[in-house]
């Protein structure tokens, strides 16, 4: 018995001395953990708190690049699950990371920058790389506080080969997709899917419709968040929410148990001809079936003369107001917004760049960079919404999938957007 | 009757001295500042905020989505505790007689718990999407041949039926141990007398299994009641907010949708729903307890 | 009679045989997706590996910060649960041998209501009182850990503890020994069961939680914890199952390891540790 005591004595002080030195170790105090020699006297760390898991491998090539002409700056990158939140907790205990990516048209960065959190870069000489219909799309109350490097958009990928051997020929108008979805079901091919099991992509589509074919669409809802009209009083919105519903029919089985992963994986084994989402896909379509002959091309309006897409700011480079180290910070982000290091970052995922003369990558979207190099574009029409809106207003059309009543919808629409910002 | 030195009065309160520092400076203290806020209207970031008073807490009563939530967690906490503690206590019952091969099956029937919930919600998953429903097909079920989570009558019990297939593991360890400490001779003198087996369970078994059923039933009910890695891996709350349980709509409001103030608020109706519902259980059962005290 | 019990093993073993598929089917998925290149998955999720393709568990093992992360997992719960082994027996000796005086009835209730607080509605308040305390790193976790785990533990362990007689503590006491002795040489041993199975319980969430290491070590991948790790091979927009899954399967292997050590102890140690007057 004495011994156990002991043994449990001697375990308790390891263990109480363990977590003092954990506690110690990896304190507020920059501990340079990456491998490298002690810092020398002069050496910054700063932390590059960034949020695409696909970027993270070349984003570390390009680090090390930095640092080789910086070597008295240490970057490390930080990739966390979950990052907005996370992002948004450290900002607001004051414990922001020195450097990171958001997004302009996410309405907690939003309030955030209003709130003063993040620094105002309009005028400064890291925007100068940028193309000026880009730099003014990323703007919130015309202010520039995100350096947009790379450019989203979304759009139908085609399964080539069951397009050639169906002979059908790419859609440029609305009825040409419904007749090619009429033709791959009269032969027995899934024409689209959808992957209605997460609200999500069904917001990433319906604010996508509403900003290509709603006229005036942005002053409208502006009204109806301001208290002065109804949702229902736009007699365009009935037959919009119908054509959601008719795609719909030519769509697989199981819509609402399909979840994006799993879509994914049956169009990369050619189960379905045709699919609607972002282009952020393609580097796992690809991965998932190399031999899988692909491309994309741009979800059509009723008249071709009409078609733009849609342009989000997928990645863009930020500093906060009371970070850390801040000069070293915008050396960074002049770095990684150069030419090169530009080409290199998007050279996999192949998003189209908001930085001047930038190549991009892959050839399965051409049709599309080619409509965002011609300024056929918008804005999303979400980034004018207050937080949390446009999951709503994504979980409101899931439910109108389920009931098929779209006089329900709008009323739910109205029930969301009406008079909220005066609340 | 004292003793030389520390009396054990002064003995038995330093031994509470660690928990009760740890626990008040680092839970309780948490607990009071969510508290403080459910009196707000805060987002959660917001360098501002007003007081509402009790403002949250009259709304959420009135709030259908809680409400929603509230009759989904109360159906989804019924199904799961049934099923979970019932399958455990028939495998305690089935594991605690005397076989070959006993301790490979203990491990084997473990297994479960030690997988964590996210990966078991993403593995039953791509089971609901591409094993269950070719079955459902062949066999000419119609709701089975979808996507049980893709249709919001269905979609409870997809969640409920993972939950279950992991959590039946812990209670049935438990129950075990309760087993294991029915006295044989009492067993064996009611078969000497020959009662029935089921005689048997109810007035030799069940008086020594209390304690540990309470502890199960409480620890299962609490989970149930806080059920949410299972919904986030599963179904985000959908279809269209059919699965959204109270613990995944706290954190909806807190984290997601800029509620925070309010999202504290329901939770504080959470604990005392736990709290009463714990209670009641615990009376119950302890006026059946057999053992000491 | 001994028919009818010849015939109830023979059901038992079958019902349990026939239970292990049950069991077992997603374990093998999810070895099996570990082991299938990222095409053999997509063509079939459910399929038999073509090989022994060992390709995702090198990838995993081979992620910055792997070994660090896998480190400080350890590291996390083996410190915690020393200290809970420690902790939480104390407290529930003296608060089941005291039941009678308020201050102990009060702790122990104020201590049990923290089993019916929902985690969503501390998260927050917990990352924002650590932050101001420049907890945010494992320090500071193994303290919310072993804090959050007395609820619990002291559930279980008063409730276990009365089952261990209080003549054993007066019989001690005539031997001379005070409160504490009493409770080094004669209760915790006695409690070894309860305690292995608070062990069990405990490790098994502290290992693969994710909740809490996300609020509190989000600051740099040197001290993220194997659960962080693993979730980000799931994005809104990627999910790459190859690496997720070897993931998942290296980080269930040490649990299991524990487990297969302990769970003699377990059920074994609560058999003999019932004590009949």
């Known amino acids: ?188 091919i899934t024409p689209f899917y959808f992957h209605d099991k997460e609200y999500n992509g069904i917001r990433q589509e319906v604010v996508f419709k509403m900003g290509q074919t709603l006229p005036d669409i942005e002053q409208f809802l502006d009204d109806v968040m301001n208290g002065k009209a109804h949702i229902t009083d736009n007699a365009a919105f009935k037959p919009f929410a119908q054509s959601l519903l008719d795609i719909r029919q030519y769509g697989q089985k199981d819509m609402m148990g399909t979840s994006y992963d799993d879509a994914l994986r049956d169009f990369a084994t050619g189960k379905t001809a045709m699919w609607f989402t972002g282009i952020w896909a393609i580097q796992e379509i690809a991965k998932s079936n190399p031999d899988l002959n692909f491309a994309m091309f741009p979800f059509p309006t009723e008249n071709a003369a009409d ?44 998003y189209p760049s908001g930085i001047k003369d930038v190549q991009s990558g892959r050839e399965e979207i051409t049709s599309l960079t ?36 779209i006089g329900k919808y709008l009323d739910a629409l109205d029930t969301i957007f009406y008079n909220v910002l005066n609340q | 009757m004292k003793t030389r030195g520390f009396g054990p009065g002064a003995a038995f309160a330093l031994l509470t001295v660690p928990a009760v520092v740890l626990y008040a400076a680092f839970f309780l203290v948490p607990v009071f500042i969510g508290f403080y806020y459910s009196l707000t209207d805060w987002d959660g970031f917001s360098l501002s905020y007003k007081m509402v008073g009790l403002k949250n807490y009259i709304n959420i009563l009135q709030d259908k989505r809680f409400l929603n939530a509230m009759s989904f967690t109360l159906l989804y906490t019924a199904i799961v505790v049934v099923f979970k503690l019932g399958i455990a206590l028939i495998l305690a019952m089935l594991l605690s007689q005397s076989l070959k091969l006993r301790g490979l099956f203990r491990s084997i029937y473990f297994f479960p718990a030690v997988l964590s919930m996210i990966t078991v919600g993403m593995v039953f998953n791509q089971f609901f999407y591409s094993l269950f429903p070719p079955i459902g097909e062949a066999l000419g079920i119609e709701w089975l041949s979808r996507n049980l989570l893709g249709n919001p009558d269905t979609a409870i019990y997809g969640v409920a039926l993972t939950n279950i297939w992991q959590g039946f593991a812990t209670p049935m360890v438990i129950f075990i141990a309760g087993l294991a400490s029915v006295p044989k001779d009492l067993t064996e003198a009611a078969l000497i007398d020959g009662a029935t087996p089921v005689q048997r369970f109810f007035s030799v078994t069940l008086p020594f299994l209390i304690p540990m059923l309470t502890v199960n039933v409480v620890l299962a009910i609490k989970g149930g009641l806080t059920v949410f890695d299972y919904i986030v891996a599963m179904t985000g709350g959908g279809p269209s907010k059919s699965t959204e349980s109270l613990g995944f709509l706290i954190y909806q409001h807190g984290m997601n949708e800029m509620k925070f103030g309010y999202g504290t608020a329901e939770a504080i109706y959470v604990f005392l729903l736990i709290g009463l519902v714990s209670f009641v259980q615990i009376k119950l059962l302890s006026r059946k307890e057999a053992g000491q005290q | 009679m001994r028919s009818r019990r010849l015939a109830f093993n023979a059901f038992s073993y079958a019902f349990l045989s026939v239970g292990t598929l049950f069991i077992l089917i997603p374990v093998y998925l999810t070895l099996a997706v570990a082991m299938k290149t990222r095409e053999e998955t997509t063509k079939s999720f459910f399929s038999l590996p073509n090989s022994l393709y060992l390709d995702n568990f090198a990838s995993v093992i081979n992620k910055a910060h792997f070994w660090s992360i896998f480190q400080n997992s350890v590291l996390i719960t083996v410190v915690s649960l020393l200290l809970m082994l420690l902790v939480i027996p104390m407290v529930s000796y003296a608060i089941s ?76 006491k005539i031997d001379g020994c005070g409160v504490w002795l009493t409770f080094t040489r004669i209760i915790y041993p006695l409690m070894m069961p309860i305690v292995a199975t608070i062990l069990i319980l405990n490790s098994l969430w502290i290992w693969n939680d994710f909740q809490l290491p996300l609020i509190m070590l989000n600051r740099s991948p040197d001290m993220w914890t194997l659960p962080l790790f693993i979730y980000n091979f799931k994005s809104e927009t990627s999910f790459d199952y190859s690496l997720a899954f070897a993931a998942f399967a290296l980080s269930m292997a040490p649990i299991t390891i524990l487990y297969s050590f302990t769970q003699k102890f377990i059920i074994g140690g609560l058999t003999e540790g019932s004590i009949k007057s």
């Not at chain 1, 030195?21 to 960034?50: D, L, M, R, W």
């Not at chain 1, 440029?172 to 090619?180: I, K, M, S, V």
């Not at chain 1, 700011?313 to 002049?334: H, L, M, S, W, Y």
């Not at chain 3, 049990?112 to 998260?123: E, H, N, R, T, W």
Request: aromatic fraction near 8%.
């Open chain 1, 1 to 188: 018995m004495r011994k156990s005591m002991v043994k449990g004595g001697i375990a308790a002080l390891t263990g109480l001395s363990l977590v003092v030195a954990a506690g110690c170790s990896s304190g507020k105090s920059e501990s340079a953990n990456t491998g490298s020699a002690s810092p020398e006297a002069s050496q910054v760390k700063i932390e590059y708190f960034q949020m695409k898991p696909e970027g993270v491998d070349v984003v570390n090539e390009l680090i090390q690049k930095f640092q080789e002409s910086n070597p008295n700056i240490l970057v490390e990158q930080n990739n966390v699950p979950n990052p907005e939140n996370v992002w948004t907790m450290r900002v607001s205990t004051d414990d922001a990371p020195a450097v990171f990516t958001h997004y302009p048209h996410n309405s907690v960065f939003q309030k955030m920058a209003k709130e003063g959190q993040v620094v105002d870069l309009t005028n400064d000489p890291l925007m100068a790389n940028v193309q000026p219909a880009i730099a003014e799309l990323s703007k919130i109350d015309g202010k520039n506080y995100l350096v947009p490097v790379g450019l989203a958009t979304l759009g139908v990928y085609y399964n080539k080969d069951l397009f050639e051997s169906n002979n059908i020929a790419l859609p440029t108008t609305t009825a040409e997709l419904y007749a090619a979805a009429e033709k791959l079901q009269a032969a027995g």
């Open chain 1, 307 to 350: 078609l733009k897409t849609q342009v989000s700011v997928d990645t863009a480079i930020g500093i906060p107001t009371r970070g850390k180290n801040q000069a070293e910070a915008k050396k960074f982000i002049e770095f990684m917004t150069t030419k090169e290091s530009v080409e290199k970052y998007l050279a996999t995922a192949g």
């Open chain 1, 370 to 405: 080619q409509l965002i190099n011609d300024g056929k574009i918008y804005p999303t029409i979400e980034r004018l919404w207050p937080p949390g809106l446009n999951a709503e207003v994504g979980k409101a059309t899931q439910e109108m999938f389920i009931t098929k009543d």
């Open chain 3, 97 to 172: 041998r005291n039941m009678d005086r308020l201050y102990y009835k009060f702790v122990y209730l104020l201590i049990l209501s923290g089993i019916f607080v929902p985690f969503q509605a501390v998260m927050l308040p917990i990352f924002r009182h650590m932050s101001s305390l420049d907890l945010l790193n494992q320090g500071g976790l193994i303290i919310m850990y072993v804090t959050l785990s007395f609820a619990q533990g002291l559930f279980l362990s008063v409730g276990f503890l009365k089952n261990i007689p209080l003549e054993l503590d007066q019989a001690a």
